[in-house]
């Protein structure tokens, strides 16, 4: 009945098997969206957090001017300006690259004739999440400074962030 050579094998553990895959798979693909969504979430609130530390280093900055030269009117509109959040000199914001969030600065200039410039502060990994200091326009530098996916690592970060980039040196 059966010829030479011909081996039956039941397909039943071979579909169970392959749905068995499958659901790892879809499990492994809906896990890194899920991180992709969260790097861009940890990638925003990095902007934010940027942004609330350069309002507060310049709002110090003025009181301790006004402090040091007394009462000057331009100080007093500056920090009056800065403790109502009407005055935003400089903006964080987020430019999609292929495999890297690039986070920008953009500063305005006193002469709104010359419109904004922008620089690289950050670069953020979109796979990842891994932060790293540029080293240039293009590309970021060897070396992670942060690990969004660490939340120590990732806490660490949003505690010493600053506005000019200084926390992601390599001490």
């Not at 991180?35 to 110090?60: A, N, P």
């Not at 950050?122 to 200091?133: I, N």
């Amino acid at each position: 009945m059966w010829e030479r050579g011909f081996v039956f094998v039941p397909l039943l553990p071979h579909l169970f098997l392959a749905q068995t895959l499958s659901a790892q798979f879809d499990m492994t693909t809906l896990l890194e969206a899920e991180l992709k969504v969260k790097v861009l979430k940890w990638t925003e609130k990095l902007c934010r957090t940027l942004e609330q530390q350069y309002r507060d280093h310049s709002l110090r900055s003025a009181i301790h001017n006004q402090k040091m030269n007394g009462t000057d009117e331009h100080l007093q509109e500056r920090v009056r300006k800065l403790e109502t959040e009407e005055e935003d000199r400089i903006r964080f914001f987020i430019k999609k690259g292929k495999k890297f969030y690039k986070i920008c600065m953009g500063w305005k200039q006193p002469n709104p004739q010359f419109g904004e410039d922008i620089s690289v502060h950050a670069f953020v990994d979109k796979e990842t999440g891994e932060v790293y200091k540029p080293a240039g326009w293009k590309q970021p530098a060897k070396h992670v400074r942060f690990d969004m996916r660490d939340e120590t690592q990732r806490a660490r970060m949003y505690a010493i962030c600053d506005w000019a980039g200084g926390y992601l040196y390599i001490r």
